[in-house]
Structure formats: C-alpha cells, structure tokens
C-alpha cells in the first residue's frame, strides 16, 4: 500500500518547493509508482504551460527560432573541407550563424531564467476525492490534473470551480478518462481559494446544484 502522504508531495516536488529530504523520499517513491510519474510529467506540463502563458517577454516566434536553427546548422555543415577560394564568404557566414547560435542560447537561457522565476511563484496543492493537485502561476491561472478519474455518468459533466469567499465561479466542465488529464481553469485562483469539482447535467450550471467530490486544499 502506497503512503498518500508521499503521493501529495507531486506538485511540491515539480515546483521545487521540498526539502533535501523530502526530495529523497519522493524519488525513492516515484522510482516504482508510475501514477506519480504520470502525474509528474502532467504537472510539470501544465507548470511550465502556464510559466510561458504568464512570461513578461513572448517567446520567439517559430519563424524566428527556425531561423536561428537553421543558421545554427549551416555553421555546422562547415566542417566539411572547402575550396580556398570560398574560405572567406563562408567565415563570414559562419560568424553570423555563430552570433545567431549565441542568440539562440541567450534565449534559452532567458527562458530557463522566466520558467525559474515563474515556477518559483507558482502554487500547488494536492486535492482530496481523486488523484491529482492544482497548479497556480503567478498571474493566478490555475490548471487542475487528475489521473483515473472515470467518466462522467450518462447525461452528466464534470465541473469545476473556484471557490473564495464562499462564492464558487465555474470554470470549465470536463469529462473524466484513464490516464492523467489536465483541465485549464477559465476562471483565476486567487491566492487561498479552492478548487472543487461537482457532476452536473450535461453542459454545465451556473452554480453547483451538488456537493463537491472533490476539493483542493487551499491555493
Ligand atoms: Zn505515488
């Protein structure tokens, strides 16, 4: 019998947030509970989605960053020997495509520093009545992952809301499936809200008519 105890720790470990300690005891746990693993992996998705959707700075564009990798490329194409007369144009096209890797190294280093300081910022908590926790970035969107929630019932939908002080907003409806599943929230958490799920008639309401089954510890 797995500890639950060990199982919360998910998303305190994918934020970082553990002592040297706890961090042993979870990966001893993680090395042979694959429902942690999983969930690991989802959360640290769902992180790291919502790092870049709270970043200051836009990422690169695609067009851009396929730019950068291609000039990356041809400078290594350059190790192939050359004829004399093509040292020169092809030096200076491989300094270019060299101040373009650099740039593209910049940027992942910027990134790394933005996903650091946003993971820093960013909350999760474990929920009870299912597997699975919240994650909150810093701007307050929040996602919500589960794993092996069954289906809803026929003609019924999951809900989920955001309860803080005493007044739940929905935010999405979803249905359940095998696996891990990440829900992004449509309503923000601010900080020491829950979030809590109810089944519902298809298509959702504007206020739960049924007591959550499951709720998160306080964001
Ligand atoms: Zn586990």
């Known amino acids: 019998m797995e500890s639950q105890p060990l199982h919360d ?3 305190a470990y994918a934020l970082d947030a553990l002592s040297p300690e706890e961090v042993e005891a979870y990966e001893a746990h993680l090395a042979h509970c694959e429902q942690c693993r999983e969930e690991l992996a989802q959360f640290q998705g769902a992180a790291e989605a919502l790092a870049y959707a709270a970043g200051p700075e836009p990422a690169p564009s695609s067009d851009l960053r396929e730019r950068i990798l291609d000039a990356a490329r041809a400078e290594r194409s350059n190790v192939v020997p050359l004829r004399s007369r093509w040292t020169a144009p092809v030096a200076a096209l491989a300094a270019v495509a060299a101040c373009a890797a650099i740039g593209l190294l910049a940027w ?3 990134l790394r520093q933005q ?8 909350r999760g908590v474990p929920v009870s009545g299912a597997r699975g926790s919240v994650v909150v ?5 929040g996602a919500l992952v589960l794993s092996d929630l069954r289906a809803a019932p026929a003609g019924k939908t999951y809900e989920a809301w955001v309860i803080a ?3 739940a907003t929905r935010a999405g409806v979803f249905a359940g499936g095998s696996g891990t599943i990440v829900i992004t929230l449509d309503h923000a958490v601010p900080a020491g809200a829950i979030v809590a799920v109810t089944v519902e008639q298809a298509g959702g309401v504007e206020q739960p008519t049924q007591t959550p089954f499951i709720t998160s510890q306080p964001v």
């Open 9 to 11: 720790l998910t998303p």
């Open 108 to 110: 992942n280093v910027s």
């Open 115 to 122: 996903l650091g300081d946003a993971k820093s910022a960013m």
């Open 137 to 141: 970035g810093y701007s307050g969107t």
């Open 165 to 167: 002080d005493g007044k």
